[in-house]
């Protein structure tokens, strides 16, 4: 038994030494080497990238101020959940692109269908004054 756990491990060690001097890794070397010393042509080839203007990213350079922007959007959310009756915004928090809207109700909710229902009215108004975000309302109690 123990000839033939000793006669398995060096077949196992001379495997993965006969793996390990592969020549391929000396090629890949020179390759490597090759494109150090060549960066300049392949600048040239790369594609250009254009600067997007437009972009959906609420911190962008042009909006500086109070925390990047995010004070407008926060403003917007209280504007489109005014629009509703018996709903107030008590507290609105970004998360990259994710808004997250807690709300109260001044009408009882007596099961979860109706919360879903209200909490969906309440999200489709915050959708069209911040269609680039995506909403996430709870209906707090």
């Not at 390990?20 to 080497?33: I, K």
């Not at 209280?78 to 970004?94: N, S």
Request: net charge positive; hydrophobic share 40%; aromatic share 4%.
């Amino acid at each position: 038994m123990r000839a033939a756990l000793v006669s398995v491990g060096l077949a196992a060690a001379t495997l993965l030494s006969a793996c390990a001097s592969n020549p391929q890794g000396t090629d890949e070397v020179r390759d490597v080497q090759f494109f150090a010393k060549n960066t300049d042509s392949l600048m040239e080839h790369e594609p250009k990238r254009s600067r997007n203007l437009q972009s959906d990213n609420p911190m962008q350079i042009n909006q500086v101020g109070e925390t990047w922007g995010l004070k407008k959007d926060k403003e917007k959310v209280f504007e489109a959940v005014d629009t509703l009756e018996g709903v107030t915004v008590r507290r609105v928090t970004f998360n990259k692109d994710v808004v997250r809207v807690r709300v109260t109700v001044e009408e009882e909710i007596k099961s979860n269908d109706e919360r879903m229902v209200k909490a969906k009215k309440i999200k489709t108004a915050i959708q069209r004054a911040l269609p680039r975000y995506n909403i996430r309302v709870k209906i707090v109690d």
